[in-house]
Protein backbone atom coordinates (compact mmCIF):
# COMPACT_ATOMS: atom_id res chain seq x y z
CA UNK A 1 0.00 0.00 0.00
CA UNK A 2 1.23 3.39 -0.84
CA UNK A 3 1.65 5.76 2.44
CA UNK A 4 0.82 9.39 2.11
CA UNK A 5 1.82 11.87 4.86
CA UNK A 6 0.53 15.35 5.56
CA UNK A 7 2.63 16.33 8.52
CA UNK A 8 0.82 19.45 9.11
CA UNK A 9 -2.52 18.77 11.06
CA UNK A 10 -3.23 22.51 11.65
CA UNK A 11 -2.60 25.27 9.53
CA UNK A 12 -3.41 28.87 9.88
CA UNK A 13 -2.74 31.83 7.43
CA UNK A 14 -4.51 35.80 7.52
CA UNK A 15 -6.99 36.96 5.24
CA UNK A 16 -5.35 37.34 2.04
CA UNK A 17 -2.25 35.86 2.70
CA UNK A 18 -0.32 32.77 1.07
CA UNK A 19 0.20 29.34 2.48
CA UNK A 20 1.34 26.30 1.55
CA UNK A 21 0.07 22.88 2.80
CA UNK A 22 2.22 19.84 2.56
CA UNK A 23 1.98 16.55 1.15
CA UNK A 24 4.61 13.60 0.85
CA UNK A 25 4.18 9.86 -0.15
CA UNK A 26 6.01 6.63 -0.32
CA UNK A 27 5.94 5.32 -4.31
CA UNK A 28 8.40 2.62 -6.42
CA UNK A 29 6.16 3.67 -9.25
CA UNK A 30 6.85 6.21 -12.24
CA UNK A 31 3.31 6.54 -13.27
CA UNK A 32 0.57 7.64 -11.05
CA UNK A 33 -1.50 10.64 -10.35
CA UNK A 34 -2.17 12.94 -7.12
CA UNK A 35 -4.79 15.34 -6.31
CA UNK A 36 -5.83 18.08 -3.11
CA UNK A 37 -9.40 17.61 -2.09
CA UNK A 38 -10.98 20.06 0.13
CA UNK A 39 -13.45 19.24 3.43
CA UNK A 40 -15.57 22.29 4.73
CA UNK A 41 -17.31 21.81 7.54
CA UNK A 42 -20.26 20.64 5.64
CA UNK A 43 -18.50 17.57 5.38
CA UNK A 44 -18.49 17.59 1.85
CA UNK A 45 -15.68 16.14 -0.16
CA UNK A 46 -14.42 18.73 -3.43
CA UNK A 47 -11.95 18.01 -5.72
CA UNK A 48 -9.23 21.07 -6.04
CA UNK A 49 -6.67 20.29 -7.86
CA UNK A 50 -4.96 17.57 -9.70
CA UNK A 51 -1.99 16.84 -10.73
CA UNK A 52 -0.49 13.86 -13.36
CA UNK A 53 3.18 12.33 -12.57
CA UNK A 54 4.07 12.60 -16.06
CA UNK A 55 3.41 16.06 -16.47
CA UNK A 56 6.29 18.41 -15.49
CA UNK A 57 4.39 21.40 -15.62
CA UNK A 58 2.61 22.39 -12.19
CA UNK A 59 -1.26 22.15 -11.87
CA UNK A 60 -2.71 25.65 -11.07
CA UNK A 61 -6.48 26.27 -10.72
CA UNK A 62 -7.59 29.89 -10.04
CA UNK A 63 -6.21 30.83 -6.29
CA UNK A 64 -4.89 27.10 -5.64
CA UNK A 65 -1.36 26.01 -7.19
CA UNK A 66 0.70 22.86 -6.53
CA UNK A 67 4.71 22.56 -6.11
CA UNK A 68 5.39 19.08 -7.90
CA UNK A 69 8.75 17.67 -6.83
CA UNK A 70 8.76 14.22 -8.20
CA UNK A 71 12.47 13.17 -7.55
CA UNK A 72 11.46 14.43 -4.28
CA UNK A 73 8.15 12.82 -3.99
CA UNK A 74 6.44 16.01 -2.21
CA UNK A 75 2.97 17.23 -3.73
CA UNK A 76 2.27 21.05 -1.62
CA UNK A 77 -0.86 22.94 -2.00
CA UNK A 78 -0.02 26.88 -2.32
CA UNK A 79 -3.43 28.76 -1.40
CA UNK A 80 -2.51 32.33 -2.70
CA UNK A 81 -5.08 35.54 -1.47
CA UNK A 82 -6.83 33.28 1.16
CA UNK A 83 -10.31 33.96 2.04
CA UNK A 84 -12.67 33.22 4.66
CA UNK A 85 -13.72 29.81 2.45
CA UNK A 86 -11.17 28.48 2.50
CA UNK A 87 -11.33 27.36 5.84
CA UNK A 88 -11.67 23.88 5.68
CA UNK A 89 -9.87 20.30 6.45
CA UNK A 90 -7.14 19.24 3.42
CA UNK A 91 -6.53 16.24 1.81
CA UNK A 92 -3.74 14.87 0.00
CA UNK A 93 -4.54 11.81 -2.46
CA UNK A 94 -2.58 8.94 -4.67
CA UNK A 95 -3.79 7.15 -7.85
CA UNK A 96 -1.14 4.40 -9.23
CA UNK A 97 -1.34 4.00 -12.89
CA UNK A 98 -0.65 0.28 -12.46
CA UNK A 99 -2.80 -0.94 -9.75
CA UNK A 100 -5.04 1.54 -10.44
CA UNK A 101 -8.16 1.03 -8.59
CA UNK A 102 -6.98 2.71 -5.38
CA UNK A 103 -6.75 5.77 -3.61
CA UNK A 104 -4.74 6.85 -1.04
CA UNK A 105 -5.54 9.63 1.36
CA UNK A 106 -3.04 11.44 3.74
CA UNK A 107 -4.51 12.57 7.52
CA UNK A 108 -5.70 15.96 6.88
CA UNK A 109 -4.42 19.37 7.17
CA UNK A 110 -6.64 21.61 9.87
CA UNK A 111 -6.68 25.26 7.78
CA UNK A 112 -7.84 27.94 9.81
CA UNK A 113 -8.29 31.73 7.98
CA UNK A 114 -7.76 34.41 10.33
CA UNK A 115 -9.86 38.18 9.33
CA UNK B 1 -23.34 17.39 -8.93
CA UNK B 2 -21.63 13.78 -9.36
CA UNK B 3 -25.13 12.08 -8.87
CA UNK B 4 -24.29 10.15 -5.80
CA UNK B 5 -26.49 9.77 -3.21
CA UNK B 6 -25.97 8.18 0.52
CA UNK B 7 -28.46 6.24 2.53
CA UNK B 8 -29.36 7.17 5.46
CA UNK B 9 -27.49 10.66 6.12
CA UNK B 10 -27.88 9.82 10.16
CA UNK B 11 -27.97 6.61 11.86
CA UNK B 12 -28.03 5.58 15.62
CA UNK B 13 -28.24 1.64 16.16
CA UNK B 14 -26.86 -0.77 18.99
CA UNK B 15 -24.22 -3.27 18.99
CA UNK B 16 -25.08 -6.25 17.48
CA UNK B 17 -27.35 -4.83 14.74
CA UNK B 18 -27.02 -5.29 11.32
CA UNK B 19 -26.85 -2.11 9.39
CA UNK B 20 -26.71 -1.36 5.77
CA UNK B 21 -26.00 2.06 4.02
CA UNK B 22 -26.68 2.49 0.51
CA UNK B 23 -24.84 4.65 -1.93
CA UNK B 24 -26.71 5.46 -5.37
CA UNK B 25 -25.55 6.77 -8.38
CA UNK B 26 -27.15 8.00 -11.33
CA UNK B 27 -24.47 8.08 -14.49
CA UNK B 28 -23.35 4.67 -14.94
CA UNK B 29 -19.61 5.35 -13.54
CA UNK B 30 -17.58 2.00 -13.07
CA UNK B 31 -16.30 2.37 -9.90
CA UNK B 32 -17.51 2.73 -6.19
CA UNK B 33 -15.85 2.93 -3.02
CA UNK B 34 -16.84 3.23 0.18
CA UNK B 35 -14.02 5.10 2.78
CA UNK B 36 -14.70 5.67 6.34
CA UNK B 37 -13.40 8.54 8.01
CA UNK B 38 -12.13 9.29 11.66
CA UNK B 39 -9.63 11.73 13.17
CA UNK B 40 -6.45 11.45 13.08
CA UNK B 41 -6.90 8.69 10.58
CA UNK B 42 -7.35 10.60 7.34
CA UNK B 43 -10.04 8.40 4.94
CA UNK B 44 -9.94 4.84 4.65
CA UNK B 45 -10.64 2.19 1.92
CA UNK B 46 -13.14 -0.41 3.03
CA UNK B 47 -14.29 -1.63 -0.26
CA UNK B 48 -14.80 -0.90 -3.78
CA UNK B 49 -16.21 -2.48 -6.70
CA UNK B 50 -15.11 -2.43 -10.58
CA UNK B 51 -18.12 -3.37 -11.98
CA UNK B 52 -21.66 -5.26 -11.02
CA UNK B 53 -20.44 -7.90 -8.54
CA UNK B 54 -16.72 -7.40 -8.86
CA UNK B 55 -15.64 -6.10 -5.68
CA UNK B 56 -12.35 -5.89 -3.45
CA UNK B 57 -11.42 -5.46 -0.20
CA UNK B 58 -9.41 -2.33 1.03
CA UNK B 59 -7.57 -1.51 3.90
CA UNK B 60 -9.97 -1.64 6.57
CA UNK B 61 -12.62 -4.39 5.29
CA UNK B 62 -13.13 -6.66 8.33
CA UNK B 63 -16.24 -6.52 9.67
CA UNK B 64 -17.76 -5.15 6.48
CA UNK B 65 -19.22 -6.98 3.89
CA UNK B 66 -20.35 -5.03 0.15
CA UNK B 67 -23.01 -5.59 -2.91
CA UNK B 68 -23.50 -4.73 -6.14
CA UNK B 69 -25.94 -5.75 -7.76
CA UNK B 70 -26.99 -2.91 -10.21
CA UNK B 71 -24.33 -0.29 -11.64
CA UNK B 72 -25.65 2.48 -10.08
CA UNK B 73 -25.89 0.89 -6.26
CA UNK B 74 -23.19 -0.44 -3.70
CA UNK B 75 -24.21 -0.92 -0.43
CA UNK B 76 -22.07 -1.48 2.63
CA UNK B 77 -23.02 -4.18 4.89
CA UNK B 78 -22.30 -4.30 9.13
CA UNK B 79 -23.09 -7.87 9.63
CA UNK B 80 -23.12 -7.12 13.53
CA UNK B 81 -22.23 -3.74 14.48
CA UNK B 82 -19.71 -2.63 16.90
CA UNK B 83 -18.52 0.71 18.60
CA UNK B 84 -15.56 0.77 16.76
CA UNK B 85 -17.81 1.03 13.96
CA UNK B 86 -19.07 4.61 14.67
CA UNK B 87 -17.68 7.01 12.30
CA UNK B 88 -18.57 9.10 9.21
CA UNK B 89 -18.51 6.95 5.72
CA UNK B 90 -18.27 8.33 2.53
CA UNK B 91 -19.37 7.04 -0.87
CA UNK B 92 -17.30 7.51 -3.56
CA UNK B 93 -17.57 6.63 -7.67
CA UNK B 94 -14.90 7.33 -10.28
CA UNK B 95 -15.67 7.08 -14.08
CA UNK B 96 -13.91 4.00 -16.03
CA UNK B 97 -12.75 6.44 -18.72
CA UNK B 98 -9.71 8.33 -18.56
CA UNK B 99 -7.13 7.88 -16.42
CA UNK B 100 -6.57 10.95 -14.61
CA UNK B 101 -9.96 10.59 -13.50
CA UNK B 102 -10.99 11.81 -9.89
CA UNK B 103 -13.55 10.17 -7.45
CA UNK B 104 -16.41 12.51 -6.75
CA UNK B 105 -18.19 11.59 -3.21
CA UNK B 106 -21.01 10.98 -1.37
CA UNK B 107 -22.10 13.63 1.54
CA UNK B 108 -21.40 10.90 3.95
CA UNK B 109 -23.21 8.90 6.51
CA UNK B 110 -22.57 9.43 9.85
CA UNK B 111 -23.24 6.16 11.81
CA UNK B 112 -23.66 6.01 15.86
CA UNK B 113 -23.64 2.31 17.27
CA UNK B 114 -24.11 2.80 20.96
Known amino acids: AQTVTQSQPEMSVQEAETVTLSCTYDTSESDYYLFWYKQPPSRQMILVIR??????QNATENRFSVNFQKAAKSFSLKISDSQLGDAAMYFCAYRSDYTGNQFYFGTGTSLTVIP | DAGITQSPRHKVTETGTPVTLRCHQT?????MYWYRQDPGHGLRLIHY???????DKGEVSDGYSVSRSKTEDFLLTLESATSSQTSVYFC?????????????FGDGTRLSIL
Open chain 2, 49 to 55: SYGVKDT
Open chain 2, 92 to 104: AIRSGTGRNQPQH
Open chain 1, 51 to 56: QEAYKQ
Open chain 2, 27 to 31: ENHRY
